[in-house]
Nanobody
Framework: QVRLVESGGGLAQPRGSLRLSCATSGIRFSIYAMGWYRQAPGKQRELIAHITNGGGTSYADSVKGRFTISRDNAKNTLYLQMNSLTPEDTAVYYC???????????WGQGTQVTVSS
């Protein structure tokens, strides 16, 4: 059974930081491309950070320079370090795993991030 379990969300102050984790099981984590998506109220889910199985990263313009995606293949875990948070970062954050060659993709259940003073 494939599981992606996010943690680390919560309430943060503007200009504060949070670190999200996504613990995976049931997949061979190292061969999957991984991503962090977020969905704010009334908006579509958007990809904000992506990391290939080789470690290459890319970011949405809205988070570039503030967020860092990383992976620990030994721990089967994906991370998102979020710095300089603003209220516009308030959303549910989702972990995503994808293997295009086999058309597989999996989602976590999401973790709420709220940025407010």
């Amino acid at each position: 059974q494939v599981r992606l379990v996010e943690s680390g969300g919560g309430l943060a102050q503007p200009r504060g930081s949070l670190r999200l984790s996504c613990a995976t099981s049931g997949i061979r984590f190292s061969i999957y491309a991984m991503g962090w998506y977020r969905q704010a109220p009334g908006k579509q889910r958007e990809l904000i950070a992506h990391i290939t199985n080789g470690g290459g990263t890319s970011y949405a313009d809205s988070v570039k320079g503030r967020f860092t995606i990383s992976r620990d293949n030994a721990k089967n875990t994906l991370y998102l370090q979020m710095n300089s948070l603003t209220p516009e970062d308030t959303a549910v954050y989702y972990c995503h795993a994808e293997r295009q060659i086999s058309a597989e993709q999996y989602w976590g259940q999401g973790t709420q991030v709220t940025v407010s003073s």
